[in-house]
């Protein structure tokens, strides 16, 4: 495989690991299972906060959230999903 599609695939799937790691965290400190006023779990929130926020802001803007409900991280986690696939078909054929 070319090294250049293999790291690409790589940093998708680091950014998808990001992203489920963020929702994660989030659904943590909303239920107070981790306290965002300790330092460690502030820094480490804040941190892919930073590196997923600005991916998931325009999807956010334009599928306005629902019910309390936010649908941008699932968009964008099947984007990548379907970015990784298209590739690899692409790339292996």
């Given amino acids: 495989m070319n090294p250049i599609i293999y790291i690409t695939l790589t940093l ?12 994660i965290m989030s659904w943590l400190i ?15 929130y804040q941190f892919f906060v930073s590196i997923t926020e600005p991916v998931l802001r325009p999807i ?3 599928f306005s959230i629902r019910s309390g409900f936010d649908y941008s991280p ?8 379907f970015l990784g696939y298209t590739i690899k078909y692409y790339a292996l054929s």
């Fill in 74 to 81: 699932i968009i964008v986690y099947l984007l990548l999903n």
């Fill in 12 to 23: 998708i799937d680091i950014y998808s690991w990001a992203i489920l790691i963020a929702v």
């Fill in 60 to 62: 956010r803007r334009f």
């Fill in 30 to 44: 909303s239920l107070r299972i981790l306290n965002p006023h300790n330092n460690l779990v502030s820094s480490i």
